[in-house]
């Protein structure tokens, strides 16, 4: 419900929303996922090789607040923010509830993941897909360590504002089995 609409503004206009759970809103029907919104704006990213085909829509984009950034890191903030935060969170909550197995939903992702590969001829999108499948480690926001380091996201380029580790990437082809033992 959620993946498609992301990836697809990423893919169409390198868009990136910080769209972690406390800014997206799932709305329910007959107890199944119907629509997904995405409120408030903390942040938002716009890949540089992208820029210009936002800039035809909105030509004042980025006027008051610099938004645009590197593909790599816009790249980095749509792993953390929608994949890392977003769905991990959703899965591990439906798993700890017992709705459904975590295992089943990292499949589902997986496979809805090979499909945008097969499908997809944006080169920024497939490096993002290609990570989320085959590479064994991923960059992660460190959070706490964020804190230690006296961060603070909101300040500070967007490059260097937040600590950043790598953690075992579970949607990657194979970790899943290393999991289970």
């Not at 509830?97 to 499949?107: A, D, I, R, T, Y």
């Not at 926001?141 to 964020?146: E, S, Y």
Request: proline share 2%; glycine share 4%.
């Amino acid at each position: 419900m959620t993946l498609k609409p992301m990836l697809w503004l990423f893919e169409e206009y390198g868009i990136v929303l910080e769209a972690h759970q406390q800014n997206s809103i799932i709305q329910l029907q007959d107890g199944y996922p119907a629509a997904f919104y995405y409120r408030d704006n903390q942040g938002y990213y716009y890949c540089e090789s992208k820029v210009d085909r936002l800039l035809k829509i909105l030509p004042e984009l980025s006027e008051k607040s610099f938004t645009i950034c590197s593909d790599e890191v816009a790249e980095e903030r749509l792993q953390y923010y929608f994949f890392f935060n977003h769905l991990l969170g959703l899965i591990n909550n439906f798993g700890t509830e017992g709705l459904v197995s975590e295992n089943k939903l990292l499949q589902l992702v997986q496979e809805q993941l090979e499909t945008c590969s097969r499908d997809s001829e944006d080169e920024g999108l497939n490096r993002v897909v290609s990570k989320l499948l085959h590479d064994r480690e991923l960059t992660c926001k460190a959070n706490l360590l964020t804190r230690f380091h006296d961060m603070d996201e909101l300040v500070g380029s967007l490059e260097t504002q937040s600590v950043y580790t790598t953690i075992d990437n579970p949607f990657a082809q194979g970790v899943m089995a290393v999991h289970e033992k």
